[in-house]
Every structure is written in C-alpha cells, then in structure tokens.
C-alpha cells in the first residue's frame, strides 16, 4: 500500500503538489477561525465531574451565574502621591468605574485583516467595586472579561481596556495596576515578544543553513520548510475539523505545540528522503530521477510509517487519561501527526519527482562518489569498539538517569515573574492577603431545599482558624436560595504550592468536618482546581506509561518482525527518558532551585522523547537490517549502516532539537523546552548513533531473533543503493 500511494505520487507530482498547496493554504488561513471554537478557557473544566473542586465550579455556574469562560481582572487604584484615599476620592473612582462599564473595547486588528479568519474577542467588561485596603492606600476593582486568557485575541481586549482605564484614572489624578492571569499572561506575552519573534527566526534560519552546509543546493534548503507549511496548514484544519465532529475542547496551549513538533517530524521525514535519494541517484546516475524517487519513497516510505504510527499510538494513549487536557491533546496530536504521515508519503515524492536531480542544483555531489569522512569514520569506530562505545554512552545516560533521586512535582503556575502584574500582586499583598484577587470558594448546597445561611456561622469560624486563611468573607445565598457561598482569602499565591497543599489539606479538612447535617460542600478556586489536577495526573501517569510503552512495542515487533530487537529499543529508550528527566531534575531542582519540575513533564517527555526519539532508532535498525542482508560481515554492516545514516540522523535530530528549543521563549514552558531539547539530542546522537549501534555490531544477527537474517546475493546490495566497494574492511568482523 505504501509503495502504490508513493508511486502513484511520484507519476502525478504536479497534481499532487496543487493539491496539497490548495489544501495547505486555504486550511491554514481558515484555522484560527476554526480552531477557536473547539478551544476550552478554564482548566478546572478539564477535570472529571468526580472531583472536588470540579462539583463546586458547577456549583458557581448553575447556582451563582458564573460564567465559566470569563476571566477576571484585579485592577489597583491609588492616587499619585501615594497618599491615602479620601471619600472624596473614593466617590471619583466609582464615577470613573461606572463610564467605564458602559464602554466597550474593540479588539485591535491587523490592518487588511480580513475579519471572517480572525475571531473577534470585543466586549464590554464588567466591572464592580471589590475592596479598599485597611490602610486606604487603594482600592481595588474586578473587571471579568470573557474568553481564554491565552488567546491573543482576549489579550488584544485586555490591553486596549488597560490603555484606556489607566487614562481615564490619569485624568482624574490616579494611578492604576492590574493583575490576575489575564494580565500576567498579557505581560509575559510582551516581554517575550521579541525573543519569541527571534527564536522562531533563528530555527527557520538553522534549518535552512543545515540544508544548504549539507546539500549545497538552494531547493533543499528552502523546500522542506515549504512542504512542511503546507502540510501544517492542512493539519491545524483536521485536528480542529476532528475535534468538532467528536466534541473534544482544545487546551489554548495546543495549537502551538502541535505547530512545533510538526514542524520537526516534518522536517526530519522530508530529511531521510532527501539524503537516500541523493545516494540513490549517486548509485544509479543512468535512472531517471521520477523511477528513483519512487523507489527511494517507497523504501524510506517504510520506516517513516512506521515511525509516524509510533507517534501516533504513543499519543492517542493519552485518549484514556482522566485528566481532560491530556485526553484532547493526545488525540488531536495523533491527528496532526497521521496527516504529516500522509504528505510524506505523496507531497515528498512528489517534490522528488517533480525536482528530479534539480533538488541539489548547483551542488555537483551528484556526479562523484563521497570520500570517506567524519560519518565514515565513526561508523568504523562504532563497529570495531561497540563494547567500549557501549560503555561510554550507557554510563553518559546513567549519570544523568541518577538525577531522578529525590525528584519533586511542581505543580506551581506563578511565582519568580517579574512582570507589571507580579509588582501589582506584590503591592496588593503588603496591605490585603495574597489571595484577595483570587479567592478559593467554599460553596454549600442542601438536599432538596434552601440553604440556612445562620447554621454556616460554625463552617465560617472553624475556617477562619485554619493557619493561611487571612480573611473569611461573609456568606453568600445563591439567587434561588439552593446554594452559598463562603470566600477565603488566602495569605499565600493562590497559584503556589504553599497554596494548593493548604486546600487540599488543613481547609477541606475543616470543610469535612463542620458541614452541617443534610448539606454538602465543595471547595473550588484556583488552588483546589490546581490540587485536584496534581491528583489526575498522578493517575494518569500510571495508567498511560505502560500503555504507550505496550503500543509502541507491538508496532516495533511489526515492523522489525524480531522479539529481540524491540527489546533493545525499548530499553535504549527508555534510559534516554531516564537521562533526560534527570538532567531536567538535576538542572532546575538543584541548580536552580525549583520546587520542582513541572508536572507534566513526565508524560509529555514520555511521550515525546520515547515516540519521536523512536523515529532514529528505527531508521538505523531498518538500515541495519538493510545492509546486514548484504554479503559481508556484521560489523561491516553496522559501520555502513552507521556511516549512510550519520547525516540524516545528525541533522533531523539538530532540527527537532532546535524546533523545541523555541518554546523556552513560551513563558511557562523552559523546562518542557530544556527537557524536550536535550531528549532528542540524547535520543540522535547517543541512543541511534552509538547504543543501538553498539548493541548490534555486539549481538551481530542475533539481534533479529527468532528470524535469520542470511546475506543475501551481492547484486541484492544494489537496491540499497550502496556499491559493495563501500564495504568496511574485514578486520571489523568479530
């Protein structure tokens, strides 16, 4: 099936191509559109019904009217010389607040911006009076705004409302603050503006300078990048296409991430097809390019499959988490990643074939054999001392590996930002508790009947004693009279550990114990939604593990048909995820001094660095197999293998590498970008380059156990497209 879909591609190049440039295009400007109406705002909405914290924010929409989109705005007003509020003042700031609410901020655009592909996010905040400081120094308001505090959209409103309050506040002789997820989110976005802009620019730029160092031609360097685009357009336009049809809400975080690693996959997939069919045409310079590119594809076509359901199986796992941003990522991932596998299998051949030997114009590589060089060289070196290099590299990934001593979860969003919310937050702490722009909400509701607001006075005392709880706000009735509402504010950040262990702890402890009979309660907020997601995930590490491990297994025992040799690979893999999450301990627990790693590091490096690390490992292990299938002796083969394949490895694995390393410019995410980063880079040049290598120049044709892997005649070599006097010289054979 693979070699009818390569061969039909690379026979109808130029259809394939507009269609895919069709496709590409008109999906990639419709997706901002599409993708925004299948993404969810909160992540307390991501957890089960099942939890805590889950019951009581259904509780605040169904009974208090909350919307469970908006987001709110702590917004400070002080006078400009710093002196305290007067009534005089106060009376100004409530006349300022009320022109405000009827005023509604327009969402900034793009000039030309054709404004059916971008939602528009306008609206008119809601504003209300919240508190003044018991020293008078400020009052604060909360502004709500609807939408998720990640969409650039929101963030667009967010500004635009800011500019306009901090004038108006100006004119009367006030100066203004803001704070709250919305605004922190705003600020990091501007502080990182450039080096994200950079960072993007610099990846883009090592793709394109790796191409041309190592094919010397200007279509290599700047096709890959072309083909990707299109097929990234097409992906952004399925994943939000699968997940309407199957009701999966989208975390904002996704689309980005989807972007990066396709990005690299596609850039690596495109890379092994390039670098074989170059060898190719060099084997076989009386072929006409269109017959080679089929038969390069359909070769490569193979382990790429492969490769990609790899991804795919370890992804979709992710479909049985409990916890809701898991449960569409993985899915939607997968999604993305089948339809790269689909244009690798008709757009790349179809470039191939379209280009024939143009691909590496002006370069003149095509009319000589290579001299032996560094790969050649090392490959020799892999194959004559696979036990020392063995050594070496298990003892590299099992210093790192013992890293993993004493790791910590950090379950934190906030703490260590230096951005204009954080000095508001900061301002607000010294004369309220940390938790006043955040409160955590204790709600009540009674079996079948009304909520006695006088037999709560026990609950509210009983959680004003519990140490971290600064202030207990007075009960609310819900308007039906069915629910209450009790606000702690806490003296810790609602978004830091201190903060989550405090509510699922001392406070839900007390809840428990001082509910009265015939109501239930439930404690929600940002700390116990945060403390709830902790307890998922934990779950969801034990189940999806072995399960994406069990996956990936089976589909490396298809492949290689051999019981032995998915050992190995699963075992190499897994050191490189042991390594790499040490090194990510090591640097940001004690070097740095975190409270942790991030708590989704774990799966997500699981997932990424076991699956896409994969990918290496059975490009060398088919070109392993591929070349001891030839006459010769094993270790022979190994240094081929090694020698044909060094390049390609090397340069898809820099690029991924690089791809990852964008996302350190995401606030949030630079120990998910130093840890994806460094795994790929483990994964390439360690595990596929070396171990595996090692490993087989050691176990020798045993390595495809129970199968025999006999060589076969001399002129079978030939469809590799390798000359047999390329072979290493006999003294490798052990």
Same mark, same amino acid.
């Given at each position: 099936? /693979?070699?009818?879909?390569?061969?039909?591609?690379?026979?109808?190049?130029?259809?394939?191509? +507009?269609?895919?440039?069709?496709?590409?295009?008109?999906?990639?400007?419709?997706?901002?559109?599409? /993708?925004?109406?299948?993404?969810?705002?909160?992540?307390?909405?991501?957890?089960? %019904?099942?939890?805590?914290?889950?019951?009581?924010?259904?509780?605040?929409?169904?009974?208090?009217?909350?919307?469970?989109? +908006?987001?709110?705005?702590?917004?400070?007003?002080?006078?400009?010389?710093?002196?305290?509020?007067?009534?005089?003042?106060?009376?100004?700031?409530?006349?300022?607040?009320?022109?405000?609410?009827?005023?509604?901020?327009?969402?900034?655009?793009?000039?030309?911006?054709?404004?059916?592909?971008?939602?528009?996010?306008?609206?008119?905040?809601?504003?209300?009076?919240?508190?003044?400081?018991?020293?008078?120094?400020?009052?604060?308001?909360?502004?709500?705004?609807?939408?998720?505090?990640?969409?650039?959209?929101?963030?667009?409103?967010?500004?635009?409302?800011?500019?306009?309050?901090? %004038?108006?506040?100006?004119?009367?002789?006030?100066?203004?603050?803001?704070?709250?997820?919305?605004?922190?989110? +705003?600020?990091?976005?501007?502080?990182?503006?450039?080096?994200?802009?950079?960072?993007?620019?610099?990846?883009?730029?090592?793709?394109?300078?790796?191409?041309?160092?190592?094919?010397?031609?200007?279509?290599?360097? $700047?096709?890959?990048?072309?083909?990707?685009?299109?097929?990234?357009?097409?992906? %952004?336009?399925?994943?939000?296409?699968?997940?309407?049809?199957?009701?999966?809400?989208?975390?904002?975080?996704?689309?980005?991430?989807?972007?990066?690693?396709?990005?690299?996959?596609?850039?690596?997939?495109?890379?092994?097809?390039?670098?074989?069919?170059?060898?190719?045409?060099?084997?076989?310079?009386?072929?006409?390019?269109?017959?080679?590119?089929?038969?390069?594809?359909?070769?490569?076509?193979?382990?790429?499959?492969?490769?990609?359901?790899?991804?795919?199986?370890?992804?979709?796992?992710?479909?049985?988490?409990?916890?809701?941003?898991?449960?569409?990522?993985? !899915?939607?991932?997968?999604?993305?990643?089948?339809?790269?596998?689909?244009?690798?299998?008709?757009?790349?051949?179809?470039?191939?074939?379209?280009?024939?030997?143009?691909?590496?114009? !002006?370069?003149?590589?095509?009319?000589?054999?290579?001299?032996?060089?560094?790969?050649?060289?090392?490959?020799?070196?892999?194959?004559?001392?696979?036990?020392?290099?063995?050594?070496?590299?298990?003892?590299?990934?099992?210093?790192?590996?013992?890293?993993?001593?004493?790791?910590?979860?950090?379950?934190?969003?906030?703490?260590?930002?230096?951005?204009?919310?954080?000095?508001?937050?900061?301002?607000?702490?010294?004369?309220?508790?940390?938790?006043?722009?955040?409160?955590?909400?204790?709600?009540?509701?009674?079996?079948?009947?009304?909520?006695?607001?006088?037999?709560?006075?026990?609950?509210?005392?009983?959680?004003?004693?519990?140490?971290?709880?600064?202030?207990?706000?007075?009960?609310?009735?819900?308007?039906?009279?069915?629910?209450?509402?009790?606000?702690?504010?806490?003296?810790?950040?609602?978004?830091?550990?201190?903060?989550?262990?405090?509510?699922?702890?001392?406070?839900?402890?007390?809840?428990?114990?001082?509910?009265?009979?015939?109501?239930?309660?439930?404690?929600?907020?940002?700390?116990?939604?945060?403390?709830?997601?902790?307890?998922?995930?934990?779950?969801?590490?034990?189940?999806?593990?072995?399960?994406?491990?069990?996956?990936?297994?089976?589909?490396?025992?298809?492949?290689?048909?051999?019981?032995?040799?998915?050992? $190995?690979?699963?075992?190499?893999?897994?050191?490189?995820?042991?390594?790499?999450?040490?090194?990510?301990?090591?640097?940001?627990?004690?070097?740095?001094?975190?409270?942790?790693?991030?708590?989704?590091?774990?799966?997500?490096?699981?997932?990424?660095?076991?699956?896409?690390?994969?990918?290496?490992? /059975?490009?060398?292990?088919?070109?392993?197999?591929?070349?001891?299938?030839?006459?010769?002796?094993?270790?022979?083969?190994?240094?081929?293998?090694?020698?044909?394949?060094?390049?390609? /490895? +090397?340069?898809?694995?820099?690029?991924?590498?690089?791809?990852?390393?964008?996302?350190?410019?995401?606030?949030?995410?630079?120990?998910?970008?130093?840890?994806?980063?460094?795994?790929?880079?483990?994964?390439?040049?360690?595990?596929?380059?070396?171990?595996?290598?090692?490993?087989?120049?050691?176990?020798?044709?045993?390595?495809?156990?129970?199968?025999?892997?006999?060589?076969?005649?001399?002129?079978?070599?030939?469809?590799?497209?390798?000359?047999?006097?390329?072979?290493?010289?006999?003294?490798?054979?052990?």
């Amino acid at each position: 099936m /693979i070699r009818a879909l390569t061969r039909f591609s690379t026979r109808n190049a130029w259809k394939v191509i +507009a269609l895919w440039a069709v496709l590409g295009v008109g999906l990639a400007m419709l997706s901002p559109m599409l /993708i925004s109406r299948v993404t969810q705002s909160q992540s307390g909405d991501f957890l089960p %019904a099942s939890y805590d914290s889950a019951a009581a924010l259904r509780i605040a929409e169904e009974n208090f009217g909350i919307d469970p989109d +908006a987001t709110t705005v702590t917004v400070l007003v002080a006078r400009t010389d710093g002196k305290a509020l007067t009534p005089a003042d106060e009376k100004r700031i409530g006349a300022e607040t009320a022109k405000l609410a009827q005023r509604r901020v327009e969402m900034p655009r793009e000039k030309d911006q054709p404004a059916f592909l971008v939602p528009d996010r306008s609206q008119t905040p809601k504003l209300a009076p919240a508190m003044v400081a018991p020293d008078r120094s400020f009052e604060l308001l909360t502004a709500e705004l609807t939408g998720n505090a990640a969409d650039d959209g929101v963030q667009k409103v967010f500004r635009a409302f800011r500019d306009a309050t901090r %004038a108006q506040f100006a004119e009367a002789g006030m100066r203004t603050g803001f704070t709250g997820g919305l605004a922190e989110a +705003a600020d990091s976005a501007d502080e990182n503006r450039t080096a994200t802009t950079v960072g993007g620019a610099l990846v883009m730029g090592l793709i394109v300078l790796l191409n041309v160092l190592v094919f010397r031609s200007v279509l290599a360097a $700047v096709l890959p990048l072309l083909a990707v685009a299109m097929i990234s357009g097409a992906a %952004a336009g399925a994943v939000a296409g699968a997940a309407s049809l199957t009701g999966l809400k989208l975390d904002a975080s996704t689309p980005g991430l989807i972007s990066v690693v396709l990005l690299g996959i596609g850039i690596d997939y495109l890379l092994f097809l390039l670098f074989r069919f170059r060898e190719h045409l060099r084997a076989r310079p009386e072929q006409p390019a269109r017959e080679a590119a089929a038969e390069v594809a359909g070769r490569v076509g193979t382990a790429i499959t492969s490769a990609a359901l790899t991804i795919v199986a370890a992804f979709a796992t992710l479909g049985v988490a409990s916890f809701g941003q898991f449960r569409s990522l993985g !899915p939607a991932i997968a999604v993305a990643v089948l339809v790269m596998l689909l244009g690798s299998l008709t757009l790349m051949p179809a470039l191939l074939a379209a280009c024939g030997r143009r691909m590496f114009w !002006p370069s003149k590589s095509l009319r000589r054999q290579p001299r032996e060089g560094a790969a050649a060289r090392f490959g020799a070196l892999v194959a004559r001392r696979p036990a020392a290099m063995l050594f070496a590299s298990v003892a590299l990934l099992g210093a790192l590996a013992a890293g993993t001593v004493g790791i910590r979860m950090d379950y934190g969003q906030g703490g260590g930002s230096k951005t204009a919310a954080a000095a508001t937050a900061t301002e607000i702490s010294r004369a309220l508790p940390a938790g006043v722009s955040d409160p955590t909400g204790v709600y009540v509701t009674a079996a079948g009947g009304s909520v006695d607001p006088g037999k709560l006075d026990g609950l509210s005392r009983a959680l004003g004693k519990v140490e971290g709880v600064g202030q207990v706000g007075g009960t609310v009735l819900s308007p039906d009279g069915r629910a209450a509402r009790i606000d702690l504010y806490l003296t810790a950040d609602p978004q830091s550990a201190k903060a989550r262990e405090l509510v699922s702890g001392p406070v839900r402890a007390a809840v428990a114990a001082n509910t009265p009979a015939g109501t239930s309660a439930h404690v929600g907020g940002t700390a116990a939604i945060f403390a709830d997601i902790s307890v998922a995930v934990d779950h969801d590490l034990a189940v999806v593990f072995p399960v994406a491990a069990a996956l990936i297994a089976l589909i490396l025992l298809l492949l290689l048909r051999s019981l032995l040799a998915p050992l $190995v690979l699963m075992l190499a893999v897994g050191l490189g995820f042991a390594a790499t999450l040490g090194a990510s301990t090591l640097l940001f627990q004690h070097v740095l001094d975190k409270p942790g790693v991030s708590f989704t590091l774990p799966l997500v490096l699981f997932l990424f660095v076991v699956a896409l690390g994969t990918d290496y490992n /059975i490009l060398i292990t088919d070109r392993i197999r591929e070349e001891m299938e030839r006459p010769g002796p094993v270790r022979g083969a190994v240094a081929r293998a090694v020698r044909h394949t060094t390049p390609a /490895i +090397a340069t898809a694995g820099l690029v991924l590498a690089g791809s990852f390393a964008t996302l350190a410019t995401t606030p949030g995410s630079e120990q998910v970008a130093f840890a994806m980063t460094l795994g790929i880079l483990l994964s390439a040049l360690v595990l596929s380059l070396v171990l595996v290598p090692a490993l087989a120049a050691l176990l020798g044709r045993g390595l495809w156990w129970p199968l025999r892997t006999a060589p076969r005649h001399a002129s079978a070599g030939a469809e590799a497209g390798t000359p047999d006097r390329e072979s290493v010289p006999e003294r490798l054979n052990a």
